[in-house]
């Protein structure tokens, strides 16, 4: 928010001054603050992340990868991608959920992979994804939640 109020301030001392600096500035400010946010946000949309498999099978005890495709079918580079996967707690292998960040070419793909750790028996559910997008700046992220699932059988 504070971002919004320093460009609308960049724009009023444009009008002030009339100098080209100040114009440059209130330009620059608009571009990054606004017009670049919207189309962050309309390619961020646009990502897809699909799961390898739609159930696991494993033993008490054994550790297996859950691996995850994210494909940016835009032209548009993202600076950083964060992706969540909701994991019970009985399938967490150490103390904390992983949470890869990587950047994203424009028409590129990336595989995530996350480490399972069977503990107790049972049937769990994996996911929905939180999926987080960054720009270049740090100054606008948008998140967003695919709904896609996986079961895991123990």
Known sequence: MPWKILTLLAVGLALLWETRPAYSLAYL?????????????????KIVVERF?????LFPGDQRAVNLH????????????????????????????QRPVFSLPPRASQDVSFQLTAHDRG???????????????????????VKEGQTVVV
């Open 53 to 57: 498999s739609k159930e696991l099978f």
């Open 29 to 45: 400010s608009v571009l990054l603050f606004f017009v670049l946010q919207g189309r962050q946000k309309k390619y961020a949309e």
């Open 70 to 97: 994210v494909m940016n079918p835009t032209l548009w580079p993202f600076a950083w991608i964060s992706v969540l996967d909701r994991i019970p707690r009985n399938l967490i292998t150490g103390h904390y959920p």
């Open 123 to 145: 049937v769990y559910r994996l996911g929905p994804l939180d999926v987080c997008v960054g720009d270049f700046f740090g100054i606008h992220t948008q998140r967003y939640e």
